[in-house]
T-cell receptor, first 113, second 112 residues
């Protein structure tokens, strides 16, 4: 089954404790991206990657890092999480660089206290 | 003004009704237009995408694009309670990253 898998689905952590949210896709997609979804602000892109070892900032990259060492994986790293990073996070992948037909993971609900 | 605007709703209709969901946008460079459905606590699910102007039909769903008015629509025929969700329009930008710009979503409730 074609899918984008994120882990964990739920995470509560404390301010400053480094964490990683993993994302994996099994569709051999080139394009992968991370979004956060907040009430009233909608979905906003954090980082994206158009291929292995190629990453770039989205609209709200501050406080986040990513890496793309393999085509299927695109982890999101919060080096020093803060409460304003409490949000619902989605990973997505799409076949071509035009980024049409993006497929989303099930989401990671992160709470930073 | 946001680049992509949607009425947040909620839009409440009886089962079997025809539903019209709309987005307006300001960037004339947008070429692809996507509609996503998002159930509560789930990831967005791609329903349809269209290129440039015109109509596209898939089962009970029809997507319509009017680039001259910068207006896109999603019609749902014979709406079902299972269609109750938030509907998001999205457009990849004409930039190096082709980043998606999303509307804020319209919440639809179909009552039995």
């Amino acid at each position: 089954e074609a899918q984008v898998t994120q882990n964990p689905r739920y995470l509560i952590t404390v301010t400053g404790k480094k964490l990683t949210v993993t994302c994996s896709q099994n569709m051999n997609h080139e394009y992968m991206s991370w979004y956060r979804q907040d009430p009233g602000l909608g979905l906003r892109q954090i980082y994206y990657s158009m291929n292995v070892e190629v990453t770039d900032k989205g609209d709200v990259p501050e406080g986040y890092k990513v890496s793309r060492k393999e085509k299927r994986n695109f982890p999101l790293i919060l080096e020093s999480p803060s409460p304003n990073q409490t949000s619902l996070y989605f990973c997505a992948s799409s076949f071509g660089r035009a980024n049409t037909e993006a497929f989303f993971g099930q989401g990671t609900r992160l709470t930073v206290v | 003004q946001k680049e992509v605007e949607q009425d947040p709703g909620p839009l409440s209709v009886p089962e079997g009704a025809i539903v019209s969901l709309n987005c307006t946008y300001s960037n004339s460079a947008f070429q692809y237009f996507m509609w996503y459905r998002q159930y509560s606590r789930k990831g967005p699910e791609l329903l349809m995408y269209t290129y440039s102007s015109g109509n596209k039909e898939d089962g009970r769903f029809t997507a319509q694009v009017d680039k001259s008015s910068k207006y896109i629509s999603l019609f749902i025929r014979d709406s079902q309670p299972s269609d109750s969700a938030t509907y998001l329009c999205a457009m990849p930008g004409n930039n190096a990253g082709n980043m998606l710009t999303f509307g804020g979503g319209t919440r639809l409730m179909v009552k039995p």
